[in-house]
């Protein structure tokens, strides 16, 4: 069987500089917080060419102390495709802010920059993208939107490590660039971690403290924060593979190469662009007959996952509060 994702086999020429990372962290003592997390936090920031990087447990806790280090007014609006993963949306709920869903553009699957303005209202404070699956927004016209209404951007750039539009890395452009590295992803740890990267440092600063119980100085709060620093053997580890994202993305895009070629036509593969640098997370395709070819290869021992079977809107947990929604792109 060919396995939709093999972690251990992804991991298996890591591990030995690993193991190596984690005596050394074992041995040293300095379990939270230590050189490992700063170290990869100026890493991290060079590489996206951003000023700070601020390490964080997760890439829902990156998107959540994104949002509070704007202190947005209960109730506020957040602009948010409706075809994300749930994450984001939940990071909006979990700052008491109000989610409003914008369908994508059915070419990218990334949200539809015409389809922004018609949901703005007084009460929108900010817009939060989503680079999804390895491929980065059409950020001129959503830059043109946030820049003519006064509007805070927030990227999720959890599936987009590396991705660049017209030579910048995503993550770059906005207020904050939040970023998971779940073990799935092209940047991934061997467990949960995320991180935001900013150009202000003031918003560096309240973000650090903020995921450290709200407090730079033990036992002084200045904030009502949460226990979400990135671990120092998780950091350790990323240290380790970012000096090879670059290749991975690579691996990645060669394997595209091959799809897009030999793919016949009846699937609708993902769409190539003059500017835009994919580095292909998921490669997704589209068929009419999809449940078909699910089976089919299935049944010849290659395993394929639907990505996503229910959009946020339908969701148990979101029904009630998202509101009758019409989205049928995403649906």
Not at 107 to 123: H, M, Q, R, V
């Amino acid at each position: 069987m060919i396995e939709y994702e093999n972690l251990a086999e992804l991991n298996k020429s890591f591990f030995a500089d690993y193991i190596a990372v984690f005596s050394k962290i074992l041995e040293g003592g300095q379990y939270i917080l230590g050189n490992n997390v700063s170290n990869f936090e100026a890493e991290f920031a060079r590489y996206v060419g951003s000023e700070r990087c601020v390490g964080v447990a997760s890439g829902l806790d990156a998107l959540v102390l994104s949002l509070k280090a704007h202190n947005f007014k209960a109730g506020s609006e957040v602009i948010v495709p409706a075809n994300t993963y749930v994450a984001t949306i939940l990071s909006i709920l979990q700052c008491g802010l109000k989610p409003v869903l914008v369908e994508p553009d059915i070419s990218t699957y990334n949200i539809d920059p015409t389809k922004i303005e018609g949901k703005l209202t007084a009460k929108t404070t900010a817009i939060m993208i989503v680079h999804l699956y390895g491929k980065s927004c059409d950020m001129d016209p959503i830059m043109a939107i946030v820049q003519k209404h006064g509007l805070v951007l927030i990227e999720d750039c959890a599936q987009a490590h590396g991705a660049k539009y017209k030579d910048k890395q995503v993550g770059a452009f906005g207020d904050c660039g939040a970023f998971s590295f779940y073990p799935t992803k092209n940047l991934g740890a061997i467990g949960d971690a995320g991180a935001v990267v900013t150009n202000s440092s003031a918003t560096a600063e309240v973000i650090k403290k903020l995921r450290n119980y709200g407090s730079s100085v033990k036992y002084y709060n200045d904030y009502i924060g949460y226990n979400s620093r990135l671990d120092e053997i998780q950091a350790g580890f990323l240290l380790v593979k970012i000096k090879r994202l670059d290749e991975i993305n690579s691996h990645k895009r060669r394997l595209a190469e091959i799809y897009l070629r030999e793919l016949k036509n009846d699937f609708i593969k993902p769409i190539v662009q003059d500017g835009y640098f994919d580095v292909y997370h998921i490669f997704n395709v589209r068929h009419l007959e999809r449940d078909r070819l699910k089976e089919y290869l299935l049944k010849n021992g290659i395993n394929t996952a639907i990505h996503y079977p229910v959009p946020p809107h339908h969701q148990k947990a979101l029904i009630d509060i998202l509101g009758d929604y019409k989205c049928p792109i995403s649906e």
